[in-house]
């Protein structure tokens, strides 16, 4: 373990992802973000390009998928199309 606390930035995909990674190596993992998360299938109002369609590539949807097992389906499942 490296230490007692971890901090994220953004809450994003990229701060998500972040934070998964480096829940093993910390006690607590906070993450802090500007805009609260929508409840629903919304864009973040900080995020401009949020309204477009967004979808991970063959990496990326693995990548996803092994640190979130299950995700995909989960995806697949609410609608979001075929991601493998």
């Known amino acids: 373990m490296l230490g007692a606390r971890g901090l994220v930035l953004g809450a994003g995909m990229a701060g998500l992802m972040t934070a998964v990674v480096l829940a093993p190596s910390y006690r607590n993992v906070t993450i802090v973000a500007r805009d609260t998360r929508p ?20 990496g990326g949807a693995r990548m996803l998928e092994t640190l979130f097992p299950g995700l995909l389906d989960v995806l697949v499942g609410t609608g979001i199309g075929e991601l493998r």
Request: proline residues 15%; glycine residues 16%; contains cysteine.
């Open 39 to 58: 409840v629903s299938c919304q864009a973040c109002k900080g995020v401009p390009p949020g309204r477009h369609a967004h979808a991970p590539l063959g």
